[in-house]
């Protein structure tokens, strides 16, 4: 029975668990020099503390890959496996732990947890840690806060009550140089930033997710956290990744950047090996969820 029982979880619980095929990805190991299965770089994220799956939002066979990374860290872990998302707010923690243990509805929970407009790219890991009781970090600084920074600058945040800061970081924070910034030049297409206030609210951004690993991992000691986010906050280990490593220097972490592209039949892994511990490249003919 309880056979029977696991394959009706996976197959129809999960469909994305189904349609994930190792023709669609390529895995890079930079560190090694090779590239590898998905099986043989579980053992090593296993391990670390925190493991970072930067994204891009609409690519579907990244979505696949995050969901079968995640149940097999889970394999490995088991309850000491969490998982960290950029998709919620920490303002909605309580609505999240709420649908998790099965006391509100899915619709209400999308409404309420003010889930983004692809949440169905990202149900299976909410419904997978639903049924496993995996704990899920709502992450992200609540976006009234980044805004208020993207008009008015840091010091926009100065006037929040103690009762509003409990969803932010601790403030102030310092903003990020060098290369970082210099990465942030290149997205935005432009040689210098307008105002500071724009690049002002990625730190905040950056710096509520760190700030909600790092706060998470005080109180369960033991916990190991998949984060996932969008590649930018992670690619070449700055942003939130180098936020998290100036909070904590001996945390043991990984990033993985996982994106599409044009190469990909024949990748040439040493113009993205300095992205991530692990480079992931996915099929571009594949269809985009958006």
């Not at 303002?91 to 619709?107: G, M, W």
Request: with cysteine; charged share 25%; glycine share 4%.
């Amino acid at each position: 029975m309880k056979f029977y029982l696991f394959i009706f979880f996976v197959f129809f619980t999960f469909p994305a668990l189904s349609q994930l095929k190792s023709e669609n990805y390529k895995i890079y190991d930079s560190k090694a020099n090779k590239t590898c299965t998905l099986e043989e770089i579980i053992s090593a994220l296993s391990e670390k503390e925190v493991v970072f799956f930067g994204e891009e939002h609409n690519d579907p066979t990244g979505h696949q890959l995050e969901i079968e990374i995640l149940r097999m860290l889970h394999l490995k872990n088991g309850k000491n496996q969490a998982l960290s998302m950029e998709m919620f707010e920490t303002d909605v923690q309580l609505v999240l732990n709420e649908y998790l243990q099965n006391l509100i509805r899915e619709k209400n929970f999308i409404k309420e947890a003010r889930s983004w407009n692809n949440y169905t790219d990202y149900k299976p890991m909410i419904e997978f840690s639903r049924e496993q009781g995996i704990q899920v970090i709502a992450a992200n600084t609540p976006n009234r806060y980044v805004n208020i920074v993207t008009r008015k600058g840091l010091s926009g945040l100065d006037p929040l009550t103690k009762t509003a800061r409990k969803w932010l970081p601790p403030l102030p924070i310092d903003t990020a140089a060098g290369k970082y910034y210099d990465n942030f030049l290149k997205t935005m297409g432009v040689h210098k930033v307008p105002g500071m206030e724009i690049y002002q609210a990625q730190n905040l951004w950056d710096s509520g997710m760190a700030w909600s690993i790092i706060k998470y991992l005080k109180k369960y000691r033991q916990n190991k956290i998949f984060h996932v986010a969008g590649r930018f906050h992670s690619d070449e280990k700055l942003g939130t990744v180098a936020r998290v490593i100036k909070l904590r220097p001996s945390l043991k972490i990984a990033n993985i950047s996982s994106f599409s592209d044009n190469t990909f039949n024949n990748p040439d892994w040493k113009k993205f090996d300095h992205l991530g511990d692990y480079i992931i490249i996915t099929n571009p003919e594949l269809k985009r969820t958006y």
